[in-house]
Nanobody, 119 residues
């Protein structure tokens, strides 16, 4: 079973930046699309960024122009660079592999990484 381990979260002031990492135990992102999700308290988990075939990317409107998703050459890690962070970006961030044709997630969720944007 593939395990997903997210890291890189923390407390940051509005306008600051963070880089999240999601490492898989195998090179799954050469097979599946990679996605970053977030879940704020009392809200449903939402997809914020997706990368397919290592190059094609899409973003939620709320993060477009501020977040950048990428993968490493070995295709076992997906990153999320977050700039110009806002308090509304506060959430637990998760990653998963996605079947491009169905949008379904492939593996069990990891523990996530907490991002808190506050002054």
């Amino acid at each position: 079973q593939v395990q997903l381990v997210e890291s890189g979260g923390g407390l940051v002031q509005p306008g600051g930046s963070l880089r999240l990492s999601c490492r898989a135990s195998r090179s799954i992102f050469s097979i599946y699309a990679g996605g970053w999700y977030r879940q704020a308290p009392g809200k449903q988990r939402e997809l914020v960024a997706i990368i397919n075939s290592g190059t094609t990317t899409n973003y939620a409107d709320s993060v477009k122009g501020r977040f950048t998703i990428s993968t490493d050459n070995d295709k076992n890690t997906v990153f999320l660079r977050m700039n110009s962070l806002k308090p509304e970006d506060t959430a637990v961030y998760y990653c998963n592999a996605i079947i491009p044709t169905t949008g379904k997630n492939v593996f069990p969720w990891g523990q996530g990484t907490q991002v808190t944007v506050s002054s």
